[in-house]
């Protein structure tokens, strides 16, 4: 069992409903990020907070709108996604936000935009 | 932008063959880190590798990082089919705060 807990496990939604994704973990860890993986392809970064601060953004549409409410929470707030959005989500966290320490990742949400 | 190819990208085999996966850089890592990742499961962390010629073991998978830190290698001894997954390499660069991945390694161990 991964020390990352993400819900819900499987999403699917239209492209005008409003979702979140939520992880969760206890292992003190300081940085927590989100990561969208395509099938049979590596995982692309797409936010990082460290220290519940939102360190890196990289380019994502608004549409994708993440939320530390404390240090043990990450979510991900959806809202009006396109079908190509359509991916596994994974969360990630680190000791820091360094990057030196290594990802712990949780088993992801698999959603679908139809 | 750092890039990290990995080879081969897909590889086919039966059980009890050996087999390598590589990870090349032209870009000097601080530490790089192998992952796996098995279908409906998120990455679960192998090995981090920090120092220039280190190489580690875990069972049946050897871990080498190359002397100049560009390159590292994962080498599996006699593979099993649990070992069918996505293998990741991803690299550190202490210029920047967050991993990069290569595209990975789908290998499939055949009964």
């Known amino acids: 069992d991964t020390e990352v807990t993400q819900t819900p496990k499987h999403l699917v939604m239209g492209m005008t409903n409003k979702k979140s994704l939520k992880c969760e973990q206890h292992?003190?860890?300081?940085?927590m990020y989100w990561y969208k993986q395509k099938a049979k392809k590596p995982p692309e970064l797409m936010f990082v907070?460290?220290?519940?601060?939102?360190?890196i953004n990289e380019s994502v549409p608004s549409r994708f709108s993440p939320e530390c409410p404390n240090s043990s929470l990450l979510n991900l707030h959806l809202h009006a996604l396109q079908p190509e959005d359509s991916a596994l989500y994974l969360c990630?966290?680190?000791?820091?936000?360094?990057?030196?320490?290594?990802?712990?990742f949780g088993n992801g949400t698999r959603l679908t935009v139809t | 932008t750092q890039l990290l190819e990995q080879s081969p990208q897909f590889l086919s085999i039966q059980e009890g063959e050996n087999l390598t996966v590589y990870c090349n850089s032209s870009?000097?890592?601080?530490?790089l880190q192998w992952y796996r990742q098995e279908p409906g499961e998120g990455p679960v962390l192998l090995v981090t590798?920090?120092?220039?010629?280190e190489v580690k073991k875990l069972k049946r998978l050897t871990f080498q990082f190359g002397d100049a830190r560009k390159d590292s290698s994962l080498h599996i001894t006699a593979a099993q089919p649990g070992d069918t997954g996505l293998y990741l390499c991803?690299?550190?660069?202490?210029?920047?705060?967050?991993?990069?991945f290569g595209k990975g390694t789908m290998l499939l161990v055949s009964p």
């Open positions: 990630a966290s680190s000791q820091d936000g360094t990057g030196n320490s290594p990802l712990h």
């Open positions: 292992m003190g860890h300081r940085a």
């Open positions: 907070y460290s220290y519940e601060k939102l360190s």
């Open positions: 870009s000097v890592f601080s530490s």
């Open positions: 590798v920090v120092t220039g010629g």
């Open positions: 991803a690299g550190m660069n202490s210029g920047y705060s967050t991993l990069t």
